[in-house]
């Protein structure tokens, strides 16, 4: 339970910038490029974190290395209580992607270790969603925070510090789920593996994870600006609702697409991601926000069937020491479909509109649910033995 609080609490802190960004561009003038390069700086700190730390965990143990990322994430908190540069921003998008990167592979592989047996799908739904919660929960409380209380541009940051210690706290009372091993410095090295067995289940995990990660951080760089120049509203608190209406109703998808197969709920979830694109497609023509947010609650849902189906699937039969690799394979996918579209996106919002470049997003997700209504299989049936849960690739 220590874990899923730390988990959460470190992604309302990641999520609770996300109203700003508006706040941002009318008080200090920044870009749509410019914000678009937070959400690039922050995934590129999740995804260096990933390669070099991904394993520690599984090394010294899961309760030092969330620790660790805990404090990272607070000091993010305390470079962005005072933004005037979009340099100073993008720093401390960095501090939480560092922090992010760390509790992704550490805290959800924590939930896994002392997570029940049953129900079956607890783990799996609990290590990928509280992700998708907590941004949700962040964005939302700092809307709120942002456009009715004082300290608009503060308050959330200190609220989120607050948090993360109370998590820090309950995680050093946890007992520890991992033996900690020698040669440490083994872990350190940059590298991408997992367990041999579920290879041939990458490529569809890919398709289902870029295309929705990559709409998360669309929601993230574009959406604030999409809602008030397109939607015709400047309130903070939609801007958290709408980043929102995607994220938490992942959380509620994950537990229904339990009673599928992985390879069926991943199929049904990116049908419903691809159904969730065009309804918003629509919207943004017509300026309907109704429409808009109910479109985005689809993807979301969606969203959230499609990725707890891939989680399952990965992780059946693990080992202990499979699941921090696991899961920093699985976020490493995460992070780089946030970053690499953002990255081109953000180029080309000097010369494209925000609804053309939401055109793009929705195309990439029209490929990906492609791929996986054609390519999606159910992991083997049959338990692998430890021998062969040690082979990496």
């Known amino acids: 339970m220590s874990a899923v ?12 910038t996300i109203p700003l960004f508006n706040v941002y561009r009318a008080e200090e003038r920044f870009t749509n490029a410019g914000i678009s390069m937070t959400v690039v700086a922050y995934s590129i700190g999740t995804i260096g974190t990933l390669l070099v730390l991904g394993r520690l965990s599984s090394y010294v143990g899961r309760r030092a290395t969330s620790l660790a990322s805990l404090t990272l994430l607070v000091l993010g908190c305390v470079v962005l209580f005072n933004v005037h540069t979009i340099g100073v921003l993008i720093t ?16 959800a592989a924590y939930i896994v270790d002392a997570a029940p047996r049953r129900p079956a799908w607890l783990a799996s739904v609990a290590s990928s969603q509280t992700v998708m919660l907590g941004l949700a929960v962040g964005a939302v409380a700092s809307g709120a925070l942002v456009q009715f209380g004082p300290w608009p541009r503060q308050l959330i940051f200190l609220v989120a510090i607050a948090l993360l210690l109370v998590s820090a706290v309950l995680i050093a009372l946890s007992p520890e789920t991992v033996t900690p091993t020698p040669y440490v410095w083994r872990s ?5 593996r997992v367990p041999a067995r579920v290879r041939r289940l990458l490529p569809v995990a890919a398709a289902v994870i870029v295309p929705t990660w990559a709409t998360g951080a669309f929601y993230q760089a ?20 709408v980043f929102a209406a995607y994220m938490a109703p992942s959380a509620i998808g994950a537990p229904l697409g339990h009673r599928f197969s992985p390879a069926a709920a991943q ?18 023509t017509t300026g309907a926000l109704g429409v808009f947010f ?16 891939v989680t399952r699937g990965l992780l059946d039969g693990s080992s202990l020491a499979d699941r921090a690799p696991i899961f920093a394979v699985v976020y490493l996918l995460s992070y780089s479909g946030a970053t690499v579209p953002s990255l081109i996106a953000g180029q080309l919002s000097t010369v494209c509109s925000v609804p053309q470049i939401a055109v793009g997003y929705a195309v990439f997700a029209l490929v990906g649910a492609v791929f996986t209504v054609v390519g999606a299989v159910n992991p083997h049936a049959e338990r692998v033995s430890r021998s062969s849960d040690s082979q990496y690739t």
């Open 5 to 16: 609080v730390a988990l959460l609490a470190a992604f309302a802190a990641v999520g609770s």
């Open 92 to 107: 401390g998008r960095l501090l939480m992607g560092l922090g992010a990167g760390m509790a992704s592979s550490s805290l």
């Open 188 to 192: 350190l090295r940059p590298s991408v």
């Open 222 to 241: 574009f959406v604030p600006a999409l809602v008030e120049d397109q939607l015709h509203t400047t309130s903070p608190l939609l801007v958290g609702l």
């Open 267 to 284: 199929r049904i979830g990116m049908l419903a991601f691809l159904v969730g694109w065009a309804g918003i497609i629509a919207a943004i």
């Open 294 to 309: 109910a479109a985005t609650v689809i993807a979301g849902a969606g969203q959230g069937i499609a990725i707890s189906a």
